[in-house]
């Protein structure tokens, strides 16, 4: 057993600072008609690396994230937001782009995800196939072989389209 020491206050500051971020950053995002598909902060090698997937109805290409990489340094940097150097990295979610919100769940509607749970659901924490509803609270899924499943959107860990090549 590990001692209790400072990470809880550590995650609290950090959904705080992320969520200042997302405040700062959103008009300059949704000005443009694009989506912050999520944000994250890491450390690698020492260093805070500040993460932002993004992505537009149409695809988002290499030279907007690379105008959005300047722009959003730009604001974070005039704000002095981190307060530290960081490395900033502005890319495209992939074809594997995590689902989260309800919108995002609503694009798959009737094609293959692959959800991850918290908790087991029917002794089974993994359930893949397309999805067949979607609500504000849960999400219902064809699981493969088996009958539709009602999964709470707050027991999901992760959840991803399956990538069909």
């Known amino acids: 057993m590990g001692k209790a020491g400072p990470r809880p206050t550590f995650f609290i500051v950090e959904k705080a600072l992320l969520g200042e971020i997302r405040q700062r950053i959103s008009p300059l995002l949704t000005g443009q008609g694009i989506e912050l598909v999520d944000l994250l902060l890491a450390r690698e090698r020492g260093r805070p690396v500040l993460r932002f997937l993004v992505d537009k109805p149409e695809g988002i290409t290499l030279d907007e994230c690379t105008r ?76 493969k072989g088996k009958e539709k499943v009602r999964i709470s959107r707050s027991n999901i860990a992760r959840a991803n389209p399956e990538v069909q090549l």
């Open 68 to 143: 959005l990489n300047r722009r959003i340094s730009e604001v974070l940097d005039r704000e002095d937001t981190l307060q530290q150097s960081y490395v900033l990295e502005v890319s495209s979610p992939g074809l594997d782009r995590p689902l989260k919100s309800s919108r995002d769940f609503a694009r798959y509607l009737g094609k293959p995800v692959r959800v991850v749970l918290h908790e087991p659901l029917n002794k089974q924490n993994v359930f893949e196939g397309p999805i067949d509803e979607v609500a504000e609270e849960s999400i219902v899924l064809q699981a």
